[in-house]
């Protein structure tokens, strides 16, 4: 079992920066991939990156490459999205995201097995 909670979010003007973490519990979480999800009012929830146990493999949707990162540090448990260049259709709810040991990284952006409560990111013009 992981347990994820997420932090970070807040409200920023366009073009600006911010970094959401993730600090996970569970003793598997260094052999997890994981990654983020967004969700905004009105709309499905839709993958935004995910990152492999070793953080050798990383993954991006389209509308973030270039301008969000993906990191993990095992030691402290906690995955990283740093934000750049954030546009007012960034803003959602951001959703930390786990798979089970072993499962693949690319498979993390169709099932994902534990979820975190979410944390908000406004983005204003």
């Known amino acids: 079992q992981v347990q994820l909670v997420e932090s970070g979010g807040g409200l920023v003007q366009a073009g600006g920066s911010l970094r959401l973490s993730c600090a996970a519990s569970?003793?598997?979480?260094?052999?997890?991939?994981m990654g983020w999800f967004r969700q905004a009012p009105g709309k499905e929830r839709e993958f935004v990156a995910a990152?492999?146990?070793?953080?050798?493999?990383?993954y991006y949707a389209d509308s973030v490459k270039g301008r969000f990162t993906i990191s993990r540090d095992n030691a402290k448990s906690t995955i990283y999205l740093q934000m750049s260049s954030l546009k007012p259709e960034d803003t959602a709810v951001y959703h930390c995201?786990?798979?089970?040991?072993?499962?693949?990284?690319?498979?993390?952006?169709?099932?994902?097995?534990?979820w975190g409560q979410g944390t908000q990111v406004t983005v204003s013009s």
């Open positions: 569970g003793r598997t979480f260094s052999t997890n991939a």
């Open positions: 995201a786990a798979v089970k040991a072993g499962t693949s990284t690319m498979t993390l952006q169709a099932k994902v097995d534990y």
């Open positions: 990152i492999s146990w070793s953080g050798a493999i990383t």
